[in-house]
């Protein structure tokens, strides 16, 4: 054998080889583009899997978060309205003919004095509880009516050994007041919660 054909079959023998690595490598490049492709179709469904899941999670606390403000407001606003019903009695009562009033007054003191109290009578209802000393003693309570006027806006304040009471529209209203919200919440909301 010559040199030349040495050569030549030294070629041939490279050629195939590198043709055979050359084949090899493609065949590993499509492998690899193969398991890349699918790795990448995998990620992405399991991105958009979790983006929906984030989006459901977010969009059920948007809807939670919207009814607890809807029910904030709700009831806010029907606190808004027994408040305003228990305004509306507090002035209906202060509204009372001057002769049902005094005998508003004159119970709410028989009920807290026991005797020998000491009344100061508001300002702003001195006028409209003249006749009290002779109510008290129809209904036999025993007070002494103060010339010193008491700072309340309306009603009188009884004092004594041991009484320290208000009694007038406001007083009455607040001393009454969770058993009057529950029956304006009826009237006004039925059954509803």
Same mark, same amino acid.
């Given at each position: ?34 398991? $890349? ?13 979790? =983006? ?11 809807? $939670? ?15 808004? #309205? ?12 202060? =509204? ?16 807290? $004095?026991?005797?020998?109290?000491? #009344? ?66 009826? $009237? ?6």
């Amino acid at each position: 054998m010559a040199l030349s054909d040495i050569l030549v079959r030294i070629d041939e023998d490279a050629a195939a080889e590198a043709g055979k690595i050359l084949a090899d490598a493609k065949s590993e490049a499509a492998r690899i583009l193969a398991e $890349a492709t699918a790795a990448a179709a995998h990620e992405r469904e399991q991105t958009l899997a979790e =983006a929906e899941r984030v989006a459901r999670e977010q969009a059920a606390t948007l809807v $939670a978060n919207a009814r607890l403000s809807t029910r904030d407001t709700l009831l806010a606003r029907k606190r808004e #309205l027994t408040e305003a019903v228990l305004e509306d009695a507090r002035a209906a009562l202060e =509204a009372l003919p001057d002769d049902e009033y005094l005998d508003l007054i004159a119970h709410g003191i028989a009920k807290a $004095a026991a005797g020998g109290e000491t #009344l100061l009578v508001s300002r702003a209802d001195a006028a409209r509880l003249s006749g009290l000393g002779h109510r008290l003693k129809d209904l036999g309570v025993d007070v002494t009516i103060s010339h010193e006027p008491a700072h309340l806006p309306g009603g009188v304040l009884v004092v004594g050994d041991r009484v320290r009471a208000e009694v007038s529209p406001h007083a009455l209203v607040e001393d009454y007041r969770e058993q009057l919200l529950l029956v304006a919440a009826r $009237a006004l909301f039925g059954g509803e919660e």
